[in-house]
């Protein structure tokens, strides 16, 4: 029953705001409108070859139509907008996600990579998507290794110089 009642929420809430999207788009299409006086209508059909029927031009030439792609191309515009910032702060939302404690790293290199150079960018996506533990560890494992073949090699030459008394 939950599940039911979760899945009508959930249409009702794309309805709503699709609803919403359709009522700002035709009030930017009122507002826009007087933009589309500016389209010339008295051109000579004949001179095309496909010509649209009278209908789709009488729509075609309204103003309200010319305010409404216009509206529409405004909205597009603002979401490809947001859809790249959107990209572009996938680092610094990574790291909160994690709870890094490079958090603030991240989003000074990415506004790096914003104004001067892309590849600061690609530094911060990679220390957001590093498993910092792990590379701790493997890091770890390298000095405690050095130090044991360190130790190794210091013994064998004491050896040595025994063998050699």
């Known amino acids: 029953m939950k599940t039911i009642l979760s899945k009508i929420a959930t249409i ?4 709503i705001k699709f609803l919403s999207f359709m009522a700002l788009m035709l009030c930017g299409a009122y507002l826009l409108a007087p933009m589309g006086l500016i389209n010339s209508k008295d051109i000579d059909m ?18 309200y139509f010319s305010g409404y792609l216009f509206s529409v191309t405004i909205a597009l515009v603002v979401f490809v907008l947001y ?30 990579g914003l104004f001067i150079h892309k590849a ?23 000095i405690r290794n050095s130090r044991n073949k360190s130790n190794d090699l210091k013994a064998s030459n004491n050896e040595l110089h025994k063998v050699e008394e």
């Open 83 to 112: 859809l790249l910032w959107s990209l572009h702060e996938v680092a610094v939302h990574r790291a909160e996600k994690k709870r890094s404690s490079h958090v603030q790293l991240v989003f000074a290199l990415s506004l790096c």
């Open 12 to 15: 009702l809430l794309v309805l």
């Open 46 to 63: 004949s001179l095309f070859t496909n010509t649209p029927n009278d209908t789709m031009m009488v729509i075609f030439n309204s103003e």
């Open 120 to 142: 600061w960018w690609v530094l911060a996506i990679i220390i957001a998507f590093a498993n910092w533990s792990q590379i701790g560890d493997a890091l770890s494992g390298v």
